[in-house]
């Protein structure tokens, strides 16, 4: 269930494809259809290698394993060192993601037959567990990309003493309030916790303020929050213009920072994301969303209220019960 401090991850999902058109839902969660509408943003992302859905859709191909292939062939010194990342268009939680390098090309017994393969069987895979709604596959599309690495060249200096890590932003209603700032590593980390660099809040619930360090944070902090509050505006604006695009009251905006040739690039945007827990440090944000709903039930906007009748039924609840 869901309250002012956590939310069943089940249960957001319920309300959020309810009260949000599929197809907006679906397009969001796509990181195929993500390319389209972050360009359409002027929103820099990584360009994929190859990317195909289970079914041609605009300019996006069906899956082709030939054209896997002449993509991987096309890319020399890439192929050279398998610096690339095989994933999934559809799922969340760092399932079918397949990041490589030379190292685990070589020690995981990687060719280049097994990763069309792997590709193949990630396209054949059914949709959103999750939801359990007999329509969904009239607008979910399941799909693959192989993109490049964000990496930095080993002949290039570090952006900053950080090196690359991904910024990871809670937005409500447009305005980013919280951040969990995390290590990208060079493998995958099979069953270990992905180093944690910093986690921020906003001074103030309000586009434009500073950021500062939780109270439980880490000694890479202060650098993170240099970095953060330096590019705190431009951080605004593009989440601004994901919210206002969708009409979305809650999402994650994942940014890659770190390569000084690529500078900042969008990895994805997550609907919902960064769900309320006793450890994921987004609960001020949660209880934020709760009083905007509160305040501005009466009003119009152009934000869908995804799970407006589940809030205000909560906050009167508990209006009654405190009386």
Not at 204 to 213: D, H
Not at 224 to 248: E, P, Q, S, T
Request: glycine share 6%; aromatic share 8%.
């Amino acid at each position: 269930m869901c309250g002012y401090t956590k939310c069943s991850t089940a249960l957001r999902m319920k309300l959020q494809w309810a009260r949000l058109q599929r197809q907006t839902m679906l397009l969001m969660e796509n990181k195929i259809f993500a390319q389209d509408y972050l360009k359409a943003l002027n929103l820099p992302t990584i360009k994929p290698i190859y990317a195909a859905l289970r079914r041609a859709t605009g300019e996006w191909p069906s899956f082709s394993e030939t054209q896997v292939n002449a993509s991987l062939l096309g890319l020399d010194p890439v192929r050279q060192t398998h610096s690339y990342v095989l994933k999934a268009a559809t799922d969340g939680g760092g399932n079918n993601v397949y990041p490589f390098n030379s190292s685990v090309w070589v020690s995981q017994g990687w060719t280049t037959q097994r990763l069309i393969e792997t590709a193949r069987s990630i396209v054949a895979q059914p949709g959103l567990r999750t939801i359990k709604e007999n329509s969904r596959g009239q607008f979910e599309q399941t799909g693959v990309l192989l993109v490049p690495r964000y990496d930095i060249d080993p002949e290039l200096p570090a952006e900053t003493m950080l090196g690359v890590a991904e910024l990871k932003f809670t937005t409500v209603f447009g305005v980013p309030l919280v951040a969990r700032v995390v290590k990208v590593c060079s493998e995958k980390q099979h069953g270990r916790t992905i180093p944690t660099l910093a986690k921020l809040e906003r001074e103030n619930p309000a586009a434009g303020t500073l950021w500062k360090c939780m109270k439980v944070s880490l000694e890479t902090c202060t650098q993170v929050l240099a970095l953060v509050n330096d590019n705190r505006h431009l951080i605004d604006r593009w989440a601004m213009r994901v919210a206002l695009f969708f009409g979305a009251d809650w999402f994650r905006l994942d940014i890659m920072t770190g390569n000084p040739l690529l500078g900042w690039r969008v990895n994805e945007i997550t609907y919902p994301g960064g769900i309320p827990s006793v450890h994921s440090g987004t609960a001020a944000a949660w209880k934020v969303l709760l009083q905007q709903y509160q305040t501005q039930a009466q009003t119009g906007g152009v934000f869908r209220r995804v799970a407006e009748s589940f809030v205000l039924k909560r906050i009167a609840d508990s209006t009654r019960s405190a009386m």
